[in-house]
């Protein structure tokens, strides 16, 4: 498949990597065995989003609302969070890609903590590539962590009230770091955003595939981002300002 020109790339890709279950369900399989092949995937989108010259893939694997999914689902996500960190630091270093995470990982299991902390320290240093994992993320949560932070900054003198503004209060995202998102994919058919980068998906391009998450390919990435090269992004401008430049 031939790919869109270099400056149609998306720098950044966030994913919802949704319908492992479903994946599993209709091959009668339990649905852990779903979450085993899409980390199998995650492998495989990891390696083809570098070779797209893609810098930053977001890849969306826990919610804050997936903990109230039965206990074993749970325990073995974690397990496999855990094998997946332990099984990729030797791909992620050979490849120069630098691990980051968004959500409140302090509640994750201790042991998938350390390898978290293990993968980011080994990575730290490059500066081309990055993976980003969403881990116990909700945009509501982070919404709500970033209120307390700006809140404390502003009892503590450091940020002044008046010059409140999106830059400002930006910087207390766990995203801080991090470009928003040019281009969101979803897989599996569903076509809602599930408290995924409300506010960093402003005017990001959306792409909803049926494809469920274990069968997605990199032809299938590739397909995504020949769309979204075909959309104009507008930014509130009209099509002729973007033809000509604002005047
Ligand atoms: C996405 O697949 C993985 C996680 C949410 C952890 P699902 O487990 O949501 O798959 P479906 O939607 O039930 O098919
Ligand atoms: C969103 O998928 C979360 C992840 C992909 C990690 P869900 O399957 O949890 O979302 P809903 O419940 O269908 O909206
Ligand atoms: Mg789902």
Redesign the pocket.
């Known amino acids: 498949m031939p790919s869109p020109a270099p400056e149609k790339i998306p720098q950044h890709v966030a994913i ?3 319908g492992n ?1 479903r994946w599993a369900q209709t091959r009668g399989l339990p649905r852990l065995e779903g979450h085993r092949r899409g980390v199998e995937t995650v492998r495989t989108i990891v390696d083809a989003a570098r070779e797209l010259g893609i810098r930053y893939l977001t890849l ?4 804050v ?2 903990w109230k999914r039965p206990a074993d689902e749970v325990s073995g996500l974690m397990g496999l969070l855990d094998y997946f960190l332990k099984r990729e630091l030797d791909n992620l270093i050979k490849h120069k890609v630098r691990l980051l995470t968004i959500g409140r990982t302090d509640a994750l299991p201790a042991n998938v903590q350390r390898e978290l902390k293990r993968v980011i320290d080994a990575t730290k240093d490059f500066t081309e590539w990055h993976l980003v994992l ?1 881990l116990n993320y909700g945009a509501r949560t982070e919404l709500a962590d970033a209120a307390k932070h700006y809140t404390s900054a502003v009892l503590a003198g450091t940020e002044k009230l008046a010059e409140c503004s999106w830059e400002n209060i930006s910087r207390y995202l766990y995203t801080s770091a991090i470009p928003d998102p040019d281009l969101l994919i979803r897989t599996s058919g ?1 076509q ?1 955003v ?3 980068l409300l506010l960093q998906c402003a005017y990001a391009e959306l792409v909803f595939t049926p494809v469920l998450w274990p069968d997605f390919q990199k032809a299938d990435l590739q397909l995504a981002i020949t769309e979204y090269a075909q959309r104009e992004r507008r930014y509130g401008l009209t099509s002729e300002q973007i033809k000509t430049g604002p005047r």
Request: net charge negative; no cysteine.
């Open positions: 919802i990597m949704d279950g969306y694997a826990f919610s609302e997936n969403a569903e809602r599930s408290n995924f």
